[in-house]
């Protein structure tokens, strides 16, 4: 962490700059982290979205089946789910 300061003319307050990184060292988040959420948002949306532009008629049918399943099989389901992509995140991030 480096703090540098300058004033341009002694009457102006001065200002300051702080530096996380070393300096010259690049930058790995380029991205704001409200677009990279959003930009995970819209994938999930386009996954979301497949089966129901492919063939409704069909997810139709897997909804209306899911509909008829108890909820301790929907939340094990679920969980399933949750930690199939925990697991993902984490080893795409390793």
Not at 5 to 20: I, M, S
Not at 58 to 87: C, D, N, V, W, Y
Request: some cysteine.
């Amino acid at each position: 962490m480096s703090i540098t300061a300058g004033a341009d003319e002694p009457y102006r307050a001065k200002t300051f700059r702080v530096t996380l990184t070393a300096p010259g060292t690049p930058n790995r988040c380029n991205m704001g982290v409200m677009n990279y959420f959003l930009s995970v948002i819209g994938m999930v949306m386009i996954i979301e979205g497949l089966p129901w532009f492919g063939f409704p008629g069909r997810a139709r049918k897997i909804l209306l089946t899911l509909a008829s399943q108890p909820e301790k099989h929907l939340r094990g389901m679920g969980l399933f789910m949750m930690l199939g992509g925990l697991a993902l995140v984490y080893l795409a991030n390793l």
